[in-house]
T-cell receptor, first 113, second 111 residues
Framework: GAGVSQTPSNKVTEKGKYVELRCDPISGHTALYWYRQSLGQGPEFLIYFQGTGAADDSGLPNDRFFAVRPEGSVSTLKIQRTERGDSAVYLC???????????FGQGTRLTVV | DQQVKQNSPSLSVQEGRISILNCDYTNSMFDYFLWYKKYPAEGPTFLISISSIKDKNEDGRFTVFLNKSAKHLSLHIVPSQPGDSAVYFCAASEDGNKLVFGAGTILRVKS
C-alpha cells in the first residue's frame, strides 16, 4: 500500500492478556516510530527504530512493553499483562531516513476491559 | 512536565478569515518544529515544518512563524476553509526523530 498500515484498527482485550499490534511502514522507509495517544492528549513517543535496531526506546513506559522489527520493515509492538491504563490509540509512523518527515498510520485503538 | 504546550483547546474561525494556532515550548534544545493535522479516526498528517535557523516558513495557505527568544511558534492559515476543520498538533524535536507533541487545538472553520 501507499501509506503506513496498522492492524488491527481496533482491539479489545481483557486485563492481564497479551496483545500484539502490527505496523507496515511505507516501502523503503528505514526509520519507524511508535507513539501512544491517550484521550485529550497529543501523541507520546514510545520507541524509534533505524533499520532493525531500536535507536531510542526511552518512551516505553515499563518492561511490559516491547517492540521488534526483525527484518527492518514490519514492526510489532507487544504488550504483556495489559492494564486498563494501557487503553489508548497506538500510532506508528515511518520516514525515509532519520531527520525527515514522518508519515503516520491510522492507529490501533486498544481497549483493555 | 509538558515541554510543548498548546494553551487553546479550541478555536472557531469564519471561513475566509485567518486562523492562528499557537504553541509554546520550554526545552531550548529543540531545533526542529512541525505542525500536524488530524481528522477523526485517522493518523496525524504532516502540514509544515521549520528549522530553528529560520523564523518563517510558508507553504501555500500555511505559514509557520518561530520566535526562539520567546520559545513560541504559531501556524497561520489564510484563508481558512471548512475543510481545515481538524485537530492541529504542534511538535518539536531535538534530533529530528523523537517528536514531542502538544495536546492539540481543535479548529472549527464555520461557513
Amino acid at each position: 500500500g501507499a501509506g503506513v498500515s496498522q492492524t488491527p484498527s481496533n482491539k479489545v482485550t481483557e486485563k492481564g492478556k497479551y496483545v500484539e499490534l502490527r505496523c507496515d511502514p511505507i516501502s523503503g522507509h528505514t526509520a519507524l516510530y511508535w507513539y501512544r495517544q491517550s484521550l485529550g492528549q497529543g501523541p507520546e513517543f514510545l520507541i524509534y527504530f533505524q533499520g532493525t535496531g531500536a535507536a531510542d526506546d526511552s518512551g516505553l513506559p515499563n518492561d511490559r512493553f516491547f517492540a521488534v522489527r526483525p527484518e527492518g520493515s514490519v514492526s510489532t509492538l507487544k504488550i504483556q499483562r495489559t492494564e486498563r491504563g494501557d487503553s489508548a490509540v497506538y500510532l506508528c509512523a515511518s520516514s525515509f531516513a532519520e531527520n525527515t518527515e514522518a508519515f503516520f498510520g491510522q492507529g490501533t485503538r486498544l481497549t483493555v476491559v | 512536565d509538558q515541554q510543548v504546550k498548546q494553551n487553546s483547546p479550541s478555536l472557531s474561525v469564519q471561513e475566509g478569515r485567518i486562523s492562528i494556532l499557537n504553541c509554546d515550548y520550554t526545552n531550548s534544545m529543540f531545533d526542529y518544529f512541525l505542525w500536524y493535522k488530524k481528522y477523526p479516526a485517522e493518523g496525524p498528517t504532516f502540514l509544515i515544518s521549520i528549522s530553528s535557523i529560520k523564523d518563517k516558513n510558508e507553504d501555500g495557505r500555511f505559514t509557520v512563524f518561530l520566535n526562539k527568544s520567546a520559545k513560541h511558534l504559531s501556524l497561520h492559515i489564510v484563508p481558512s476553509q471548512p475543510g481545515d476543520s481538524a485537530v492541529y498538533f504542534c511538535a518539536a524535536s531535538e534530533d529530528g526523530n523523537k517528536l514531542v507533541f502538544g495536546a492539540g487545538t481543535i479548529l472549527r472553520v464555520k461557513s
